[in-house]
């Protein structure tokens, strides 16, 4: 886990936040969980930056990233004669999509470049210019490190460019993990000054990682992992109950319907365990 909490004045990307973070993170995956784990990162535009293209490839990591229509962009898009159809998930959308490789002023080499444009929207056709064409700037598959983990891991598909246009459209689950946070505690933070309002900040999102390894080590049999804090409110902690003195021992008494609902004999049993550490 990794964050940083700043004045809402400042870029996604300032400074050098995003760069540092890579290092850390990477570092601590493959230390903590396996050196040769592939590792892909997803970023949109705001995060489009060559140094940080650069800190992906020196780590050895696979990246894909929102790119710019700059001129030299569209006009080889504009020149591409193989282009490629590609569907959305929820089938509202199909797009067209050719790849090249482009080299910006200050890059040291050319990049893999996939360019698409919606033609298909609610079954109605869109006019060329009318939506804003999809840049996306990547190192897989071209010959790296990264691109032969992922081959070792069965997983040559990630390297085509109908499947990294498919990743990239899913982007948008990425702000799930925000929304997470924001269900845990609050959207609005109570503090009128920065430092408060950080060190508040920082706290909540140490408890929410504690929470979400609670649902992982203990309650996963009871409730999926993938419920928000609200949601794990009502089940689990908000349930009906009285502590009672019996035989010298106190005893939490809950409804019987409630003890099989929730399984309480796996919880109160997985609770007492420390979590079996891998690797």
Known sequence: MDAVFRGGKKHSNHGDTADMMLVHMVEKIRTAYRADVPIIVRMDAGFYDHELFETCEWLKIGYYCGGKRYSNVTNAAALATDW??????DNKEIWEYTEFKTRQTNWHKARRTIYSRLIQ??????LAGLVK???????????GPIDEQIRQ????HLLTAHQILADYHQRGSD???????????????????????????????VSHNLFEAFKEDVTAPVIP???YADTFRR???DTAGKIVRHAGKLIMKVPRATFKRLQFDRLFAACQLAPVMTG
């Open 133 to 143: 064409d999809s840049v996306i700037i990547t190192n897989l598959g071209m010959g």
């Open 175 to 205: 702000e799930l993990a925000n929304r997470a946070l924001k269900n845990f505690g609050h959207e609005q933070l109570p503090f009128k000054r920065f430092a408060a309002n950080a060190a508040w900040y920082y706290l909540m999102c």
């Open 225 to 227: 992992v993938t419920v």
């Open 235 to 237: 089940q689990i902690i």
């Open 84 to 89: 490629f159809p590609f569907t959305s998930r």
């Open 153 to 156: 891991a069965g997983q040559a």
């Open 121 to 126: 929207k609610d079954r109605q056709l869109v």
